[in-house]
């Protein structure tokens, strides 16, 4: 089974930054696309960005556009969410997802195969 695994979460000031890291182990499978979401409280799971296997097409959410950067490592079977300029707003959990795809990267929820648990992300003011 495949399982990607979020750490770097934390408490932040605002303006402040942060990396997330996301660690897919489990069995030996072909290329994927790593997508970012988020889950504020009480809003619905959104997009954030996500990269595709090469690492040449990165995509972002219009909010976070300028501030974040994706990443990835293959040798490590690890992706990079780098926070800057961080508002209160991004306070959310942070979630990484692996898309099995050869050259794909999607922007929605149901193309992505395996998910992680999340990790909290906390801006203050």
């Known amino acids: 089974q495949v399982q990607p695994v979020e750490s770097g979460g934390g408490l932040v000031q605002a303006g402040g930054s942060l990396r997330l890291s996301c660690v897919v182990s489990g069995r030996t ?3 994927y696309a790593v997508g970012w979401f988020r889950r504020a409280p009480g809003k619905v ?3 954030v960005g996500t990269i595709n296997w090469s690492g040449a097409r990165t995509y972002y959410a219009d909010s976070v556009k300028g501030r974040f950067t ?3 490592d293959n040798a490590k079977n690890t992706g990079y969410l780098q926070m800057n300029s ?3 707003e991004d ?3 942070y979630y990484c997802a692996v898309e099995e795809t050869d050259d794909g990267s999607s922007w929605y929820e149901e193309a992505y195969d395996y998910w992680g648990q999340g990790t909290q992300v906390t801006v203050s003011s």
């Open 86 to 88: 961080l508002k209160p």
């Open 91 to 93: 306070t959310a959990v």
């Open 29 to 31: 499978f072909g290329k």
């Open 45 to 47: 799971r959104e997009f």
């Open 70 to 72: 994706i990443s990835r």
